[in-house]
């Protein structure tokens, strides 16, 4: 079978700020019961994803283009790049900053305990 993505555009993802993109590749469904999302995500400039907890599951990300700030868990700020993965723990919290003027893409993978 051969689709297209299903794009979503979010205004203040999990209390963020700024607008951003999401191409979910497969649906929560096609994961089978192991997750709840496999998706492309762009985070438009000046936007961010708000910093939330995974409780019975974990998400990392996988930097494809553009510059992050990822705050970790323990509420620390890095600078991210392509090849970057940001990766957290079953029950810890994650959130995303794109300060830049280009977008910021990434992988991400919201899979179960």
């Known amino acids: 079978m051969i689709r297209k993505t299903t794009v979503q555009n979010v205004q203040g993802l999990r ?3 700024g ?3 999401i191409r979910h590749i497969v649906s929560k469904e096609e994961l089978n019961g192991h997750g709840s999302m496999y998706a492309m995500v762009t985070v438009k ?3 961010s994803i708000g ?3 995974h409780v019975g599951n974990t998400e990392p990300y996988f930097i494809l283009q553009g510059k ?3 705050i970790d868990n323990d509420g620390s700020r890095t600078e991210v790049g392509p090849g970057d993965v940001c990766c957290i723990e ?3 919290s994650h959130g995303m900053e ?3 003027d280009e977008d910021l893409v990434m992988m991400a993978l919201v899979y179960n305990e």
């Open 15 to 17: 209390g963020g700020s």
């Open 19 to 21: 607008e951003v993109e």
């Open 45 to 47: 400039p000046g936007g």
């Open 51 to 53: 910093y939330h907890q």
């Open 68 to 70: 992050g700030i990822f």
């Open 90 to 92: 079953v029950g810890q």
């Open 98 to 100: 794109n300060a830049s």
